[in-house]
């Protein structure tokens, strides 16, 4: 199961960001660590960068059912 939500992680940054060079890192149920890497942060402030990646993820965050809990790290990298 955290196999399968690690890939809609992954595949919803990457339509998001196809640039993007992304590492999903399954933690506790429920909690994941991404980086991302991409062109797309260049000349973008840390919360910027953020919300692009999260804004790419809140499907997978909304509601009480959410199989995404918490993202426990995130890292934004330029390449």
């Known amino acids: 199961m955290s196999e399968d939500i690690a890939q809609q992680l992954h595949a919803a940054i990457a339509s998001k960001l196809p640039d993007a060079v992304i590492e999903v890192t399954i933690g506790s149920p429920g909690h994941y660590a991404l980086a991302v890497t991409s062109a797309e942060f260049a000349d973008k402030k ?5 919300r692009l990646v999260y804004s790419a993820i809140a499907h997978l965050m909304a509601g009480d059912a959410a199989p995404v809990h918490a993202i426990d790290k995130l890292i934004t990298r330029e390449p």
Do not use: I, L
């Open 46 to 50: 840390p919360v910027a960068k953020q």
